[in-house]
């Protein structure tokens, strides 16, 4: 782990093992953080903030774009540690270190706009607010993208001039501990500090901790919930959360076909296994065109190939984890019996190559219905159900049907069908004919039950932020 600048053990000494997901080989071990290790880094972040912050913009600047070049020296490094600790698949992963790096140069950029207001008054009065760092900014990240997170996520804490305390994900450690060799040779001692260890000892000590009042969260709605509720028995805090999604892909009758399959598929994140918050799920299709998209779906995912996701050429890895290889098997069984329809995948695939590991087919539900497991709750996983309408107010009140609000996609030639639905859909994240992409600078976040916050935009920044008023009398 990282802490104030030194790389050490927990005080416990006790690890965990990690495990490459397609192999089921222990490939390494990471210290297992508890409270105590927890205090060490909040009194290493409070050592270091102050001077940090008072760098000014522009040093603070220099140091991120130095961050980001050092993480940049590494990045084939990190990339192999990355694949074997998720068993997301080698190409796409290969953007993630980019995001990194390209999100701290963003808020390098960024960090002289980090100004106050003045209010007019009168004559002899002035009025302004300075934006001030809160100090130290825990950052809590989920195992789907460990590496990205860890940097383009905190990215804005440090623009802002906090220390942040990383706590990567338990079952994906590896590539945030070699993060902790960079940040421990580019940035200043204890501004950047890495935490491992698992939800309810490390993270939830962190949650607790009363010295860290900015907590930004990206993980499940249930654990959202739970941190809320802890960081609230113990002080009044700013939590963010990033959470999950049941997202809805609306395709009119007008859309092409091919185009929409295509869509589909994109947007399911098969690469990583489906394991993104942004994946659309849900794939809505006019009953016009529900056959000839569904066919074409059917057709590409089941020739996704499965396997090494080492392999440039492999479309999909294994799940992350025992606890995610269950929970997408337990929907194969709920999925069936609720009367969805299997069109392709359903199973555990058969073959040598797939005894070892948590290995699940890419899967395509039709026909399913909102009162079905599949349609309301998250998978995480590679599962599409797809389900059809007729009149616009119905696809309105299918997509808005689930407790999250993350992202929607919807799919027309029609500008103002598009517009009109877009207004409708109770999600934070829309796409008009486009489907999975982020776009830098541009906010992300959650409606409903999906989030409480926007990231990866200037407001990201600002919220790292306190604003104190000064009221000067000038006479
Ligand atoms: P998770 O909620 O199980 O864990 C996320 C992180 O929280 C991990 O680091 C974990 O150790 C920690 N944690 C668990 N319990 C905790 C507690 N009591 N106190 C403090 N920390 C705790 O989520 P996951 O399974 O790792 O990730 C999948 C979820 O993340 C999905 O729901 C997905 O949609 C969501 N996600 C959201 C976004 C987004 O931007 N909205 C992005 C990626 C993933």
């Known amino acids: 782990m990282l802490i104030g600048g030194e790389l050490v053990h927990s005080v416990t000494g006790e690890f965990d093992d990690s495990i490459n997901p397609a192999t089921e080989e222990v490939i390494g071990r990471s210290p297992r953080a508890s409270a105590e290790d927890v205090d060490r880094a909040v009194q290493a972040a409070n050592a270091a903030w102050p001077q940090w912050s008072a760098l000014g913009p522009a040093s603070r600047a220099k140091a991120l774009r130095a961050f980001g070049e050092a993480v940049q020296e590494r990045a084939e490094e990190i990339l192999h540690v990355e694949v074997k600790d998720t068993g997301n698949t080698i190409t796409p992963m290969r953007g993630d270190v980019g995001m990194g790096v390209t999100s701290l140069n963003y808020y390098a950029g960024l960090a002289h706009e980090l100004k106050g207001e003045t209010f007019p008054s009168t004559e002899d009065k002035l009025h302004l607010t300075l934006r001030e760092p809160y100090g130290i900014v825990a950052r809590i990240a989920p195992f789907n993208h460990p590496l990205m997170f860890a940097v383009a996520r905190t990215a804005a804490a440090l623009a802002a001039g906090n220390a942040v305390i990383v706590k990567p994900p338990e079952t994906s450690p590896l590539s945030a501990m070699v993060l902790a060799e960079i940040a421990q040779s580019v940035l200043p001692p204890g501004v950047f500090n890495i935490l491992t260890g698992d939800g309810p000892s490390a993270g939830d000590a962190i ?10 969260f990206i993980g499940s709605a249930k654990t959202g919930r739970m941190i809320q509720k802890a960081a609230a028995e113990v002080a009044v805090k700013h939590v963010t959360l990033e959470l999950g999604g049941k997202n809805p892909l609306i395709a009119f009758a007008d859309a092409d076909p091919a185009k929409v399959a295509e869509a589909a598929i994109k947007g399911m994140n098969f690469a990583w ?68 329809k299997l069109m392709t995948g359903g ?42 309408w007729s009149t616009f107010d119905e696809a309105v009140e299918l997509a808005n049907s689930v407790e999250y609000g993350l992202t929607g996609a919807v799919w027309t030639n029609n500008i103002h069908d598009a517009l009109k639905m877009v207004r409708k859909i109770r999600s934070g994240h829309t796409w008009i004919n486009g489907v999975g992409a982020h776009y830098l600078g541009v906010p992300f976040g959650g409606y409903k039950n999906s989030g409480v916050g926007r990231e990866e935009g200037i407001e990201e920044m600002f919220s790292y932020t306190e604003a104190k008023t000064v009221n000067i009398v000038l006479d």
């Open 207 to 216: 949650v607790r901790h009363p010295e860290i009042k900015r907590i930004a």
């Open 273 to 340: 296994q489906g394991q993104s918050c942004g994946s659309t799920s849900r794939l809505l299709l006019h009953t016009d065109i529900y056959d000839a998209v569904l066919e074409q779906i059917v057709e590409k995912v089941s020739c996704l190939k499965l396997g090494d996701p080492m392999d440039p050429d492999t479309g999909m890895g294994p799940m992350n984890s025992l606890r995610q290889y269950d929970k997408v098997l337990s929907f194969f069984e709920s999925s069936v019996k609720d009367g969805a």
């Open 347 to 388: 199973k555990v695939p058969e073959g040598t190559q797939f005894q070892k590991g948590f290995w699940v087919e890419p899967t395509v539900y039709a026909d399913i219905k909102p009162s079905m497991r599949l349609w309301h709750e998250e998978v995480f996983g590679p599962i599409l159900g797809v389900g059809r």
